[in-house]
């Protein structure tokens, strides 16, 4: 198991911009693949993108596609999301996932999960 924390939410203005980051402890991170995922009030949590465990694939939503960029610092043990463009519809509170390579998190999978992090995004 995976103990991870994510950080860096807030309110921002729509068409801002932040980075979510997500620090993994507890197991060598270099073994999991990691995502991000967001839940809104009211609504089901939702896939937002995805990134192996060398960083060389990625995968995203596409309501996302081109606005947010997963990315990871093995080094470092964390995962990160860049979001830019963001609109208020992005509003959630985004999630950071890991499951042991080769399988990827997903909504009903054996992830471990972080706690959340919340992000508003005024119109």
């Known amino acids: 198991q995976v103990q991870l924390v994510e950080s860096g939410g807030g309110l921002v203005p729509a068409g801002g911009s932040l980075r979510l980051s997500c620090a993994a402890s507890g197991r060598t991170f270099s073994s999991y693949n990691m995502g991000w995922f967001r839940q809104a009030p009211g609504k089901e949590r939702e896939f937002v993108a995805s990134i192996s465990w060398d960083g060389l694939r990625t995968n995203y939503a596409i309501d996302v596609k081109g606005r947010f960029t997963i990315s990871r610092d093995n080094a470092k043990s964390t995962v990160y999301l860049q979001m830019n463009s963001l609109k208020p519809e992005d509003t959630a509170v985004y999630y950071c996932?890991?499951?042991?390579?080769?399988?990827?998190?997903?909504?009903?999978?054996?992830?471990?999960w972080g706690q959340g992090t919340q992000v508003t995004v005024s119109s």
């Open positions: 996932a890991a499951r042991m390579r080769p399988q990827y998190p997903d909504l009903y999978g054996a992830n471990d």
